[in-house]
């Protein structure tokens, strides 16, 4: 390959037609200038300029190289321009992953914020469940995730950012089972609205139950938080709900909080990247952003 110096000092002997001109635009000697000229046509066995007593003038197959040096040089100075956005946080990309009930309680007022500092960064979110989400991150699909904890693995970093408390809320209809206190097997009679089967929320309240010797079947299973709070609030049964995903329908009065004798074990909610890759400038600011 040619010394990509000597593209320069042929494209600035190109754009001026004289060997002295495009020595003082680039700082260096007229014998320099003339030199890497001479190099690259006996490099490339042919003449890329016809000399002049006033100058230089590209040949057929000079001004043939020219497109092309004009294009190259006009893509890295493109690459360098991006290069420059990316690091100052002008463009770049971020991929995250999270359930629905966590983009819309926990994530979204943390992008919000992210959005309006720097618009020009490409937001990617994609949902799912927990291990769905968890295998993604894994797969390097996506930068970083918004998981429901436990979390057990070492290729990954996971950053504990809230604990949260699970409860039982009914509609008015239930409001004198709301009034005392159940016990599980008075509870696991109940019709029950659970997330469907996969949830990490749906694998802790089974595994609750069973810690507990019960057996529960649901009456009806839900994709996401928000309908598991609209059927319990028309009286369809009980649902399974963080209690801060529901904290102004409890003040509301629009759902009622039913009280078991055995309470829930509180669950975290971590912030994880892989441990051994190397995020963009974007996902690291927006990472640390989260940590903070």
Same mark, same amino acid.
């Given at each position: 390959? /040619?010394?990509?110096?000597?593209?320069?000092?042929?494209?600035?002997?190109?754009? @001026?037609?004289?060997?002295?001109?495009?020595?003082?635009?680039? @700082?260096?000697?007229?014998?320099?200038?003339?030199?890497?000229?001479?190099?690259?046509?006996?490099?490339? #066995?042919?003449?890329?300029?016809?000399?002049?007593?006033? #100058?230089?003038?590209?040949? $057929?197959?000079?001004?043939?190289?020219?497109?092309?040096?004009?294009?190259?040089? &006009?893509?890295? $100075?493109?690459?360098?321009? @991006?290069?420059?956005?990316?690091?100052?946080?002008?463009?770049?990309?971020?991929?995250?992953?999270?359930?629905? &009930?966590?983009?819309?309680?926990?994530?979204?007022?943390?992008?919000?914020?992210?959005?309006?500092?720097?618009?020009? =960064?490409?937001?990617?979110?994609?949902?799912? +469940?927990?291990?769905?989400?968890?295998?993604?991150?894994? $797969?390097?699909?996506?930068?970083?995730?918004?998981?429901?904890?436990?979390?057990?693995?070492?290729?990954? =970093?996971?950053?504990?950012?809230?604990?949260?408390? $699970?409860?039982? !809320?009914?509609?008015?209809?239930? +409001?004198?089972?709301?009034? %005392?206190?159940?016990? /599980? @097997?008075?509870?696991?009679?109940?019709?029950?609205?659970?997330?469907?089967?996969? &949830?990490?929320?749906?694998?802790?309240?089974?595994?609750?139950?069973?810690?507990? #010797? !019960?057996?529960?079947?649901?009456?009806?299973?839900?994709?996401?938080?928000?309908?598991?709070?609209?059927?319990?609030?028309?009286?369809?049964?009980?649902?399974?709900?963080?209690? &801060?995903?529901?904290?102004?329908?409890? %003040?509301?009065?629009?759902?009622?909080?039913?009280?078991?004798? =055995?309470?829930?074990?509180?669950? #975290?909610?971590?912030?994880?990247?892989? %441990?051994?890759?190397?995020?963009? /400038?974007?996902?690291?600011?927006?990472?640390?952003? /989260? %940590?903070?």
């Amino acid at each position: 390959m /040619i010394n990509l110096e000597w593209y320069r000092i042929f494209l600035y002997t190109a754009r @001026h037609r004289n060997l002295t001109k495009a020595a003082q635009e680039l @700082h260096v000697t007229q014998p320099s200038v003339s030199y890497a000229i001479k190099q690259m046509e006996e490099a490339m #066995g042919v003449q890329l300029f016809h000399r002049l007593s006033k #100058g230089v003038e590209l040949t $057929d197959e000079g001004r043939a190289l020219l497109d092309y040096v004009e294009q190259s040089f &006009s893509m890295l $100075d493109s690459a360098q321009k @991006h290069l420059h956005n990316l690091k100052q946080l002008h463009a770049g990309e971020i991929r995250i992953g999270a359930s629905d &009930s966590l983009i819309k309680h926990l994530l979204l007022p943390q992008l919000n914020a992210f959005h309006r500092e720097y618009p020009g =960064i490409r937001i990617r979110l994609s949902h799912g +469940k927990t291990p769905d989400i968890t295998r993604r991150l894994l $797969d390097g699909e996506i930068d970083c995730a918004m998981l429901h904890l436990p979390i057990q693995n070492p290729q990954l =970093i996971i950053h504990t950012m809230a604990m949260i408390e $699970d409860c039982f !809320v009914v509609g008015e209809a239930y +409001k004198e089972l709301a009034e %005392r206190t159940l016990s /599980i @097997h008075e509870l696991a009679e109940l019709p029950l609205i659970l997330l469907s089967p996969g &949830s990490s929320t749906r694998i802790f309240v089974d595994q609750w139950f069973t810690a507990k #010797g !019960v057996t529960v079947k649901p009456d009806i299973e839900l994709g996401s938080v928000d309908l598991l709070a609209e059927f319990a609030r028309l009286n369809y049964g009980a649902a399974f709900i963080s209690r &801060s995903f529901v904290e102004e329908e409890l %003040r509301s009065g629009k759902l009622l909080e039913l009280k078991v004798d =055995i309470p829930f074990p509180s669950r #975290g909610i971590g912030f994880a990247v892989r %441990r051994d890759t190397k995020l963009s /400038i974007a996902a690291e600011s927006f990472v640390r952003r /989260i %940590r903070d």
